[in-house]
């Protein structure tokens, strides 16, 4: 499932009229919700998608990206200061994994490789005493420098032989 983060309108978008009925103020700070993508209108997240392709260099311009995803400029232009990839709001920050390896030599090592080759770069590691051939470990990760996303990241993870479990348990 893929995540979204979305922004309230915004003051500009409504002006003060007795007839809408709309009172907002441009000093409201904004707030932030996390939507599920099948939730969201076809509007929104193609407009996404065109700040995706723009961002990793699939599409040059704008009208080309607009026409590649199939939606208006005026719609593009109407979200794209609200709608953002969840991995793209979230880049710049700590994440915390927890992890539940096997028993097994080089699992660790090759999970610190991966992180690595992505360009995370880590802070802080604890692996506990292996229990009837299970490790839990976690890891901290400082993001702003990874070249893909985190979801990205963890699916690498959890591809890697004696791994169990990769989930985020915390972020800051």
Same mark, same amino acid.
């Given at each position: 499932?893929?995540?979204?983060?979305?922004?309230?309108?915004? @003051?500009?978008?409504?002006?003060?009229?007795?007839?809408?009925?709309?009172?907002?103020?441009?000093?409201? *700070?904004?707030?932030?919700?996390?939507?599920?993508?099948?939730?969201?209108?076809?509007?929104?997240?193609?407009?996404?998608?065109?700040? *995706?392709?723009?961002?990793?260099? *699939?599409?040059?311009?704008? %009208?080309?990206?607009?026409?590649?995803?199939?939606?208006?400029?005026?719609?593009?232009?109407?979200?794209?200061?609200?709608?953002?990839?969840?991995?793209?709001?979230?880049?710049?920050?700590?994440?915390?994994?927890? &992890? &539940?390896?096997?028993?097994? @030599?080089?699992?660790?090592?090759?999970? &610190? %490789?991966? +992180? @690595?080759?992505?360009?995370?770069?880590?802070?802080?590691?604890?692996?506990?005493?292996?229990?009837?051939?299970?490790?839990?470990?976690? +890891?901290?990760?400082?993001?702003?420098?990874?070249?893909?996303?985190?979801?990205?990241?963890?699916?690498?993870?959890?591809?890697?032989?004696?791994? %169990?479990?990769?989930?985020?348990?915390? *972020?800051?």
């Amino acid at each position: 499932m893929v995540y979204f983060y979305l922004s309230p309108p915004r @003051a500009e978008d409504y002006p003060r009229t007795r007839d809408r009925g709309v009172v907002m103020n441009k000093n409201d *700070e904004k707030k932030y919700y996390i939507v599920a993508q099948d939730i969201l209108p076809e509007a929104i997240r193609k407009t996404a998608e065109v700040k *995706e392709l723009l961002i990793r260099g *699939e599409a040059s311009t704008i %009208n080309a990206a607009v026409d590649k995803v199939g939606i208006s400029r005026s719609a593009f232009y109407k979200y794209r200061d609200g709608v953002f990839a969840f991995h793209r709001a979230d880049h710049d920050k700590v994440i915390t994994l927890s &992890l &539940l390896l096997e028993h097994k @030599a080089g699992v660790l090592s090759t999970i &610190l %490789n991966t +992180i @690595a080759a992505e360009q995370g770069n880590i802070l802080t590691i604890n692996q506990g005493i292996p229990l009837q051939g299970l490790a839990n470990a976690a +890891i901290s990760i400082d993001t702003s420098g990874m070249q893909v996303s985190i979801e990205t990241m963890l699916r690498a993870l959890n591809l890697i032989r004696g791994v %169990n479990k990769v989930e985020v348990i915390g *972020e800051s």
